[in-house]
């Protein structure tokens, strides 16, 4: 494989990983909203969740690998997996390391949950909430398409679609319909038939 290509095959990837962590996460703050509506069943948006969590685990996969084997980033196995121990841009790798190892103790005790339990599950899974900026900035940083128009459009989609989803998600928490949106959240539309039969296949709300 050649040296561009490599190059093309780690930007590429990561940049598709950031787009498809954005949407995980945004999904995972729908998940915990419980959200659901006429044409789209709850139960929907957590597995929409899991199917794209697992894609953007893959290209994670892709843009590591890619990153270790490209010889201009000279990344190495060990600056791939200990943060800031690159020499190529050291923080900004740094925080895509560490934005990784978060992510894989989300998958982790995500794998592991009837283990753990609940309540550990939880606490940990707060951490894609720490693992997303990281991210993000890992890409803004070590990127070299940032002066690009088109990529200043994706990062600025993936960060306000994160943003927007968080204001939606504290304003249905605090403002005085809350406890309405809860109802409709738990099912009084009909959903408690849906939930007897996909509820061994729907992730609990976090």
Same mark, same amino acid.
């Given at each position: 494989m050649s040296t561009q290509l490599?190059?093309?095959a780690t930007r590429g990837s990561g940049i598709v990983s950031m787009m498809l962590f954005s949407l995980v996460v945004v999904l995972g703050i729908l998940t915990t909203m419980r959200w659901q509506s006429a044409g789209w069943p709850r139960f929907l948006t957590a597995e929409l969740h899991r199917t794209i969590s697992l894609l953007s685990v893959a290209? #994670?996969? /892709?843009h #590591?690998?890619?990153s270790i084997l490209d010889p201009f980033a000279k990344l190495g196995i060990e /600056? /791939?997996? #200990?943060p800031f121990a690159s020499s190529y841009r050291p923080l900004w790798v740094g925080l895509g390391v560490l934005s990784m190892d978060l992510g894989i103790a989300v998958l982790v005790t995500s794998l592991l949950? /009837?283990?753990?339990g609940q309540r550990a599950w939880r606490l940990v899974h707060w951490l894609a909430y720490a693992s997303w900026p990281l991210a993000i900035l890992h890409t803004i940083g070590s990127g070299s398409d940032n002066g690009a128009a088109w990529m200043f459009a #994706?990062?600025?989609v993936c960060i306000g679609s994160v943003c927007l989803a968080l204001i939606w998600r504290i304003l249905a928490s605090r403002g005085p319909n809350a406890g309405a949106l809860e109802e409709i959240a738990t099912g009084a539309g009909g959903m408690n038939g849906v939930r007897g039969v996909t509820g061994a296949r729907r992730a609990p709300g976090r």
């Open positions: 490599l190059w093309f290209f #994670i996969v /892709a #590591i690998v890619t /600056a /791939a997996v #200990i949950k /009837a283990r753990i #994706i990062d600025v």
